[in-house]
């Protein structure tokens, strides 16, 4: 309890010291309403949750840097800002480095696990879009020289864990928040993930 207590009291410090400013909620169409009402939800602890800060990427505007080491993604903008938000990345096994180009997005995709995929854990199958779908409310799909990498920046319908590296490989959001990054991003950004 006093770890935590601490913990949350230097949270506190730390965000009252830098220059953080919070993000409206995107809006969501009819469709992102329903769904997400079926959605899993939870808390996001507080260094995760989506905010504007002073680029510390050096990146230029209009690039996603994903920062597996912190879990934070940021969407660099202009005038020296990012838009950082909370991920899950790759556990070690499964993590994956380097720059890609987002070539395709989906709103609500379904979901076809990869063969590698299906030979480590034979109980996953395709689902549709949806709720219970692990792509969630949206998809970013990377790309290395007009090849598909397998790795997607997508929402999740485990958003508990956030902050963590237990995915397999893929960077996974909390559905409302890669609903405002897909509403951000164009066809053909660069994406560059440490």
């Not at 997607?152 to 405002?180: F, L, W, Y």
């Amino acid at each position: 309890m006093i770890r935590r207590l601490a913990s949350l009291m230097f949270a506190g410090l730390a965000l009252a010291a830098c220059r953080y400013e919070p993000v409206p909620e995107p809006a969501l169409s009819a469709k992102d309403q329903a769904v997400l009402a079926y959605a899993p939800t939870a808390e996001v602890h507080l260094p995760f949750e989506r905010y504007k800060i002073d680029n510390p990427t050096g990146e230029q505007p209009g690039t996603i840097v994903v920062d597996t080491k912190n879990k934070f993604l940021y969407w660099i903008e202009p005038n020296g800002k990012a838009i950082r938000y909370g991920v899950t990345v790759g556990d070690e096994a499964f993590g994956w480095a380097g720059e890609a180009k987002i070539q395709r997005k989906a709103e609500w995709p379904d979901w076809t696990p990869p063969p590698e995929m299906v030979k480590r854990w034979p109980h996953v199958k395709f689902t549709k879009g949806g709720p219970e779908n692990p792509l969630g409310a949206r998809a970013l799909y990377l790309y290395d020289n007009g090849r598909d990498t397998l790795y997607r920046i997508h929402g999740t319908n485990e958003p508990e864990k956030i902050g963590q590296a237990v995915s397999s490989g893929c960077i996974r959001m909390r559905n409302i928040d890669v609903i405002d990054l897909y509403s951000r991003v164009p066809m053909g950004t660069r994406v560059v993930v440490l």
